[in-house]
Structures are given as C-alpha cells and as structure tokens.
C-alpha cells in the first residue's frame, strides 16, 4: 500500500529528526556533519511553512517514512522561479516507492506554485538517488568535483535539473509554412 503523502506538522518533527539525524551520522546524502536539535528543526518547519513552502511527510500507519521539502535555489530575484529540493527516507523504508512519491508531490507543488526547474545537488556518488531522479525526469546538469568534504575524503556534487510545465506550451500549427 502506498504511503499518505501530506503536509508536515510540528507533531511530525519527533519522527522526521531520526531520519534527518541518521542520513547525517552515516550518509553523504547530506553534508551537514552535527546532527540537528529538535529546536532547529522546529524553527526550519516555520520558516518554510511560513513562507508558504511545501514540507511533506509520507505517513504510513501512523509512522513517518520521509519527508521532503524545497526552497529557494539561490537568494536573487533572478532565481524565484527555481527550486532547490531534498527528500529524505527512513533507511527501513528505502527502495519501497516513498522517495518517489514523495518526488512526485513535490514535482506537483512545484508546477502548482509556478516555478520553472527544480534543482537536485546530489552527492555523485549516491547511485540510488541519481537513479531516482532520472527515473523522474531529472537531467544532469553539471559536475563540481570536490567542492565538499565529510567522512574524511572530498565529495563531488552532481546537480540535476527538472523543468517544469509551470504554463502550457503554445498551440503549434499542423499545417506546413506558407
């Protein structure tokens, strides 16, 4: 059965911190290298909230699977149509459909909030995300290698790229050019 996918609450964050916590001790999936506070986390919660920006969990039987936000890209004007995502899955629920769903919904508020492209930065190394986010119509878009550091040796950051339907395209005539 798939996961419920809805808007996180403040009640959620006691269940969304482990996971958070857990890809910070023991992946490159985030390159935080303290773990958050449950005070942090509340603060980033309202932050996003308050500013309208989607935080969403997948919920199924009461527990928390992952959760998955975006915000700005970068902090200029130029860029208010492009987002910068992260999702994140209990390791127990990992190769189950839940970063996937969790893509799709965001894809959605994305296309719903007009953007345009949605960022991935992704640690190029992490195979099953970068799978994910082909398999969602992610492109790469560009390498830097080993602008990051953490367990003790340099990261590469991959982005990817998804642009959006945020208006339909215009109407193309069938007929040949006159």
């Known amino acids: 059965m798939p996961p419920l996918i809805r808007d996180a609450t403040e009640a959620d964050l006691p269940q969304m911190l482990p996971i958070l916590n857990q890809a910070i001790r023991e992946t490159t999936a985030i390159w935080h290298l303290e773990e958050a506070t449950l005070e942090a986390r509340l603060a980033w919660l309202r932050e996003r909230q308050g500013r309208g920006l989607p935080v969403l969990v997948a919920e199924h039987e009461g527990a928390v699977l992952g959760f998955a936000s975006f915000g700005d890209f970068r902090p200029f004007a130029g860029y208010s149509q492009t987002v910068e995502h992260s999702v994140y899955v209990d390791p127990a629920a990992q190769g189950r459909g839940v970063g996937r769903a969790l893509m799709a919904t965001l894809i959605e508020r994305a296309e719903a909030a007009g953007m345009h ?48 339907p945020a208006e339909p395209a215009p109407e193309r005539s069938a007929a040949a050019p006159g």
């Open 117 to 164: 492209a949605m960022v991935g930065g992704i640690e190029a190394g992490n195979a099953a995300s970068v799978a994910l986010h082909r398999a969602m119509g992610f492109r790469d878009a560009g390498l830097l290698p080993e602008v990051g550091r953490k367990f003790g040796r340099w990261l590469d950051l991959l982005f990817m790229v998804r642009l959006l």
